[in-house]
């Protein structure tokens, strides 16, 4: 009978504590944990008080039930409310200066010890909603009085996941879970998100500064511009104004229809997104000399799809004379066929059908009236620019083939694993390895294999390998080839041939987070290792600030090289490992490890094979 008490008593707090643990992790209001606990206490007052009145196991199962009940609704009725992220992460921040724009006047927030300011959540264009869904960004309206720009804007619209699965990733796949209060929220989500973030060093008002206007990735299906790791603080600190913001993505992005072209002014679909990221550097361009950024020094950056993004803007004929130099990580769309967010206009068209026979409606006006919460989970695949004929007027190789890029130097590069994570589920064998090849190179399957042959060793999932099959290893290099790092190569090979500087980066660091898969590098070159206490090494922190200085020169120069930054945007006097520029006769890259050191280009060989699928597609 005892072991049975006491097996009631560590079954009833067994369940409690999995069940905060659950409302934790799916960021549950604290009401909902206050509930959780009274709920689990009141059990064991149950048993051992009223059971002992004469309680059976009726009584008992009676109890858990209504237990259980308690649980479940209490979970519904406390989950996460919507809010705006706070610019700042200390709690009460103090407020900047009054700045004046042509909209208005306006103040940010400074960050702890008062070496950066952060304005964030300024509109850079009106709300895309209503009748402005599928049109060009509108010029943005003004406001009376001192608007308070202290939160992030919301994300674009996009589909939001599982808030649970999100803190499980953090924690299985990532490492890092912070067990916090005041985070028992998420991030507002809306059609509304044409809003842009301003990073600006505290004590350098006097003397205007190169600007960094940052493209936030996610496939143009995802993503928002207060992602932790490109925040702009620490940049700012070493003598840059940092520019991160939001633009429209998936169907209110990349959808496109005849219909709409016919009815814009400048005879575009397709590119919305695109049209936001010119307008929000249009906007840089025009105002950023109130934070103290000198319009006539932008450099444009991003990262995966936003380095495609940059690589669209470097060909758009609307963005001339809008910025400098161009930072590129981990993507492109200058290839003959680019492998990702790029579409012929036949295609982004065909796909525009599809979305109108899906929700039943005849015209993209009829679209318009569809709620964005409905339209947002369209089962096409709203993902890719195209030429349009106003912001992009043809491929962009055939624009680099002109030397009509608007980009006067590049930094750029990639990460040892970029596609590993994203082929996780994937099986790859010795029978199906060629044939997944011809998915993305129809035809090619055959002498890619010669080239990574099938027993490629397997670069770190080692314990998948039995499961997902023994040619894993060569199928996480050939794709991290194909969709990630070949555009890189073919760029910088039009950059030298144009006379242009470029600078190729090969990310090689491993970690506990996210090591060198795709993104690892984000959190170093933008100086974010420090919001993730324990899972860097003092290592991690020297490449980190080697890497913003060499992001820092280039700003500044067009040139990595130089010396190490100090925190307080001084020069030190150690002098940076030296980046070779590629040119002719020099190829190799700058391997951005514990050893910094100039390397022969992994991929190289894999190269000629795209190559030769390339010219095919001519």
């Known amino acids: 009978m005892v072991r049975i008490v006491i097996f009631y008593y560590v079954f009833v707090v067994l369940i409690g504590v999995l069940y905060i643990a659950l409302l934790e992790f799916s960021k549950n209001i604290i009401a909902g944990w206050i509930i959780g606990i009274a709920a689990t206490c009141a059990m064991i007052v149950y048993r051992s008080v009223f059971y002992k009145k004469g309680g059976g196991a009726k009584q008992i199962i009676l109890a858990f039930l209504i237990f259980a009940v308690v649980l479940a609704v209490n979970y519904a009725v406390t989950g996460p409310p919507t809010k705006r992220i706070p610019a700042v992460d200390n709690k009460n921040p103090d407020v900047t200066e009054i700045v004046e724009i042509a909209q208005g006047k306006l103040t940010g927030v400074y960050n702890e010890d008062h070496t950066a300011k952060v304005y964030a959540g300024i509109p850079y264009a009106k709300a895309p909603v209503g009748e402005l869904r599928f049109k060009e960004p509108q010029a943005p309206d003004g406001w009376e009085g001192v608007k308070a720009c202290d939160h992030y804007g919301p994300r674009a619209m996009q589909q939001r996941g599982s808030v649970l699965f999100d803190s499980v990733s953090h924690i299985v796949g990532w490492h890092d879970y912070q067990f916090k209060f005041g985070d028992e929220y998420v991030e507002e989500i809306s059609e509304d998100c044409l809003y842009l973030n301003v990073f600006t060093p505290s004590d350098r008002e006097d003397e205007l500064l190169p600007v960094i206007f940052y493209i936030h990735g996610g496939s143009l299906m995802t993503g928002q511009s207060s992602y932790s790791e490109y925040r702009g603080e620490n940049l700012a600190k070493k003598g840059v104004v940092f520019v991160s913001f939001a ?14 072209k016919a009815e814009s002014p400048n005879g575009t679909t397709g590119n ?21 950024g000198d319009k006539n020094k932008i450099t444009i950056a991003g990262e995966s799809a936003g380095a495609s993004s940059v690589n669209a803007i470097c060909a758009s004929p609307l963005t001339e004379g809008l910025f400098r130099y161009a930072i590129a990580e981990s993507s492109g769309i200058v290839p003959v066929e680019p492998f990702h967010t790029f579409r012929s206009y036949e295609n982004a068209v065909k796909s525009g059908n599809k979305v109108r026979e899906e929700f039943g409606v005849n015209s993209s006006a009829d679209l318009r009236d569809i709620p964005a919460d409905k339209l947002v989970g369209t089962r096409t695949q709203q993902s890719s620019m195209t030429v349009d004929g106003y912001a992009l ?8 083939e002109k030397g009509e890029n608007h980009e006067q130097a590049l930094l750029n590069g990639f990460n040892a694993k970029e596609a590993d994570a994203f082929l996780l589920t994937t099986k790859a064998t010795e029978e199906n390895y060629e044939s997944l090849i011809d998915v993305a190179m129809k035809g090619y399957g055959g002498e890619m294999a010669a080239v990574i042959p099938v027993d490629t060793p397997a670069r770190d999932q080692h314990f998948i390998i039995d499961a997902l099959g023994e040619a894993k290893g060569a199928l996480n290099v050939a794709y991290s080839a194909m969709w990630f790092s070949y555009s890189h190569y073919v760029w910088n090979n039009y950059m030298v041939m144009q006379g242009r500087p470029a600078y190729e980066y090969y990310f090689t660091k491993k970690n506990n987070i996210l090591s060198n898969y795709h993104a690892g590098e984000l959190p170093y070159a933008y100086g974010n290792l420090w919001r993730h206490p324990g899972l860097y090494t003092d290592e991690d ?6 890497m913003q200085s060499y992001w820092v020169n280039f700003a500044y120069t067009g040139d990595p090289n130089g010396y190490l930054i100090n925190e307080d945007g001084s020069k030190s006097d150690e002098k940076l490992p030296t980046w070779a520029k590629r040119e002719s006769g020099q190829d190799k890259l700058l391997e951005l490890n514990v050893d910094i050191k100039m ?3 992994p991929n190289a060989e894999i190269y000629k094979v795209i190559d030769k699928y390339m010219d095919s597609k001519r």
């Open 247 to 260: 633009y429209r993505l998936g169907v209110f992005g990349y959808y496109a229809a005849d219909d709409l």
């Open 272 to 292: 919305y997104g695109l049209l936001d990221q010119i307008a929000a550097l249009k906007w840089v361009y025009d105002n950023i000399e109130a934070f103290g």
């Open 393 to 400: 007027v043809e491929q962009s190789y055939l624009t680099y």
């Open 541 to 546: 922190n020297k490449l980190s600030e080697i």
């Open 599 to 601: 390397v022969d280009d």
